[in-house]
């Protein structure tokens, strides 16, 4: 199991970029790494997902360096709606989707 | 498309009460699951599914039972409540086990044992 080490809690502002960094330092050669978001009061919610390099959707990018040890979640242009809590997984299969703490983003106006 | 539908959404049980958590899916998902989230805490895998007939242990199923009967439901059995099972139970399926396959949460149930 690849145990993923992110920050407690961030704080941001609206209109700015937020980087979230996760490290996966086991990560395993067929890990994928993959971000979930959750509000209050509700299940998490697929954000992005990558293998390696950058992948970027209409919600986040997603940097992964060569060596895959960490990865940086990227939500530009922030607003009052992303705070929440985000999760970083590696791994693959229900066994191995470990849901750490996460962490709790709040946005201020 | 409803996706993932649990019920009830709240629920206050007594130490000893038994009860079912219910959890459905209309994607044809293969794969669910069943967790838990303590306050201020991550999801902790109870017990999944990947699919008719077969389940397994996650990494907290003591005190609960699944089964799968069919491929769209998958109810969460508490056979003796305990207070140390207040929680918030969410249920997931995905198509797959594969690590690209991508988990869809159903809202939640929130439960308090007295």
């Known amino acids: 199991l690849a145990k993923t080490t992110q920050p407690i809690s961030m704080d941001s502002y609206e209109g700015q970029e937020v980087n979230i960094t996760c490290s996966h330092n086991?990560?395993?050669?067929?890990?994928?790494i993959t971000w979930y978001q959750q509000f209050p009061s509700q299940g998490p919610r697929f954000i992005i997902q990558?293998?390696?390099t950058k992948v970027t959707n209409e919600v986040a990018s997603l940097f992964i360096p060569a060596d895959r040890k960490s990865s940086t979640l990227s939500l530009p242009r922030v607003s009052l709606s992303d705070t929440a809590v985000y999760y970083c997984?590696?791994?693959?299969?229900?066994?191995?989707?470990?849901f750490g703490t996460g962490t709790r983003l709040l946005v201020s106006p | 498309n409803a996706g993932v539908t649990q019920t009830p959404k709240f629920q206050v049980l007594k130490t000893g009460q038994s009860m079912t958590l219910q959890c459905a899916q209309d994607?044809?998902?293969?794969?669910m699951s069943w967790y838990r989230q303590d306050p201020g805490m991550g999801l902790r895998l109870i017990h999944y599914?990947?699919?008719?007939?077969?389940?397994d242990q996650g990494e907290v199923p003591n005190g609960y039972n699944v089964s799968r009967s069919t491929t769209e439901d998958f109810p969460l059995r508490l056979l003796s409540a305990a207070p140390s099972q207040t929680s918030v139970y969410f249920c997931?399926?995905?198509?797959?086990?594969?690590?690209?396959?991508?988990?869809?949460f159903g809202p939640g149930t929130r439960l308090t044992v007295l």
């Open positions: 997931a399926s995905s198509r797959s086990l594969a690590s690209t396959d991508t988990q869809y």
């Open positions: 086991n990560i395993a050669t067929n890990d994928y």
């Open positions: 990558g293998y390696k």
């Open positions: 997984l590696v791994g693959g299969g229900f066994q191995k989707l470990v």
């Open positions: 994607m044809n998902h293969e794969y």
């Open positions: 599914s990947v699919g008719a007939g077969i389940t």
